[in-house]
């Protein structure tokens, strides 16, 4: 059975680096990324866990806009923050792995 002891070491690596993502995970969540849309007039943070936290809209740019333009510019704020933080939370994960995409470890 001398086979499976490297089966067993993959595991073991497997789970290690399961729980140092994690720990990177748990560490980053609160971070946050602020984006901006309208020329600065709305503000959107959103955290590294992919949580809106806050949203700001000029009392002036709505009053001018209207409600569904500054609407839209909210989601494309949003989205702009959302996205950052993925892409910062994954580029920590992904240096955890060495750059390998391991299916299942990005989840």
Known sequence: MQGNGGMNEIMRQAARMRRRMDEIREAMKDQEVTAASAGGKIDVTASYEGKLRSIRIDPEF???EGLEFALDAVVAAANSAL?????????????ATGG????????
């Open 62 to 64: 709505l009053a001018a």
């Open 83 to 95: 996205g950052t933080a993925e892409e910062r939370m994954q580029a920590e994960l992904s240096k």
């Open 100 to 107: 390998i995409k391991i299916p299942g470890l990005f989840g």
